[in-house]
């Protein structure tokens, strides 16, 4: 019969409160961590409704010996429907059914390499709510999806090719209210220019301080987390000011920009990925010679802006954006981890941003190997807060309690 729980035993756990020996003890009917500690087997319930009625419950035993058991890895931005081609604007010439197959695709590539949550920012209409619902409902092999529906954008703006163009404080409090309506788990919005978008310029501020309050208002009776796409120091301020959640790149922060995130406590999500896949491959690749421009100047002030939200004391999410050129599913969290570490993070911080400071971004209980927590699990051969290269090739990768690579 199957197992009613999953006990790890004989191997060594890693999150964001240290490694330390421990068994691990799930509860395969929710899905959720029911036991942690060297003790765990023996402390948790034995008696009730097992798989065949009442009776004793029946524990499968999963020897970890000489291994570690590390908490699935949260991307805090993705864009399924994007596959890291060249030129994302192709994307728009695309029906929606193949954008779907895509994202299928980017799902089960993504959740084998380890990632068992992501935030959708932005996608045509409802694809990366449904592609969440499909996981769900077991249509689907992939990571649990948060998604926004549409971003909303100004007229023209960043990313208008996708998004939901909105013009004033009423029309962008009615577009975040489109979304919520459509079961959005969090609000995206596009406070400057961007890289991808031609004709845009990367840091200048396009949705006012006004607008990005009307859609923070919107949000706000639901308890639902805002996010702003803000390269420049101006959109990047205009969003904390008007209490926006998360900024994303954060590219063009300076010290008084990031003592302001520390203060209003707002999370930076740097997709340190995003950048260095244009860079590195540039106009040779098939990338358009104005977004390489405006990525390598981009790039040259995030280093500086990784120095200000370290000794700020910033809040940093881990999030690739992946779907950009040569920013692909499956590869692009593991790259990320490490690009962490090279801007500066301790391997211990990186997997913060990427377990418990992500699933606290998200608000979902998830993140941390505990009681209560999901059982989203990952079997390494090495403990990721000492060496970040650990978390690539997991030996197996749990979601729910669920195996699903």
């Known amino acids: 019969m199957d197992a009613d729980r999953l006990a790890f035993v004989g191997g060594r756990v890693a999150d964001a409160d240290g490694t330390r020996r421990a068994d691990v003890v ?15 087997v023996d402390s948790v319930d034995h008696d009730g409704h097992g798989s065949e009625g009442e009776g004793e419950i029946e524990i499968e035993t999963v020897d970890i010996d000489g291994k570690v058991l590390a908490p699935g890895l949260i991307d805090s931005h993705v864009h399924l429907m994007m596959d890291g081609r060249p030129d994302v604007a192709t994307v ?30 932005g996608a045509p209409g409802t694809l990366a709510l449904d592609a969440g619902h499909a996981v769900e409902a077991g249509v689907l092999s992939g990571p649990r999806v948060v998604a926004c529906g549409r971003n909303v954008v100004m007229t023209g703006g960043h990313g208008h090719w996708f998004g939901r163009e909105a013009d004033g404080p009423a029309e962008v409090r009615k577009a975040a209210r489109e979304q919520l309506k459509r079961g959005a788990g969090v609000v995206k919005c596009m406070a400057t220019g961007g890289v991808l978008t031609e004709g845009a310029v990367t840091g200048a501020p396009e949705l006012t301080e006004d607008e990005l309050s009307a859609l923070v208002d919107a949000a706000a009776p639901t308890g639902v987390p805002t996010a702003a796409h803000a390269h420049g120091k101006a959109g990047i301020e205009n969003a904390v000011r008007a209490g926006i959640t998360s900024v994303e790149h954060g590219t063009f922060m300076d010290r008084e920009t990031a ?33 390489v421009g405006k990525a390598e100047d981009a790039q040259e002030r995030f280093e500086r802006a990784w120095e200000h939200a370290i000794d700020a004391g910033v809040k940093i999410a881990m999030g690739t954006d992946a779907g950009t050129p040569f ?50 699990l990952l079997v390494l051969d090495a403990d990721p807060n000492e060496d970040v290269t650990a978390w690539r090739g997991a030996d197996a990768v749990y979601r729910g309690g669920d195996r699903v690579a």
């Open 26 to 40: 799930v509860d395969v009917d929710s899905g959720t961590i029911v036991g942690v500690g060297a003790d765990a």
């Open 92 to 121: 728009d010439a695309e029906s929606r059914e193949m954008l779907s197959y895509r994202a299928a695709a980017n799902l089960r590539a993504t959740v084998e390499a380890g990632v068992t949550t992501v935030r959708d920012l």
């Open 259 to 291: 003592d302001l995130m520390a203060r209003e406590g707002t999370y930076w999500v740097p997709t340190a990925s995003a950048l260095e896949g244009m860079v590195e491959n540039g106009v040779e690749a098939g990338i358009p010679e104005e977004a």
């Open 327 to 376: 920013n692909f599913h499956g590869e692009n969290a593991l790259r990320e981890m490490e690009l962490l570490v090279e801007y500066g993070l301790t391997p211990a911080a990186a997997l913060e941003a990427a377990t418990a400071t992500a699933a606290e971004l998200l608000g979902v209980e998830a993140g941390r190997l505990a009681e209560g927590y999901r059982a989203d």
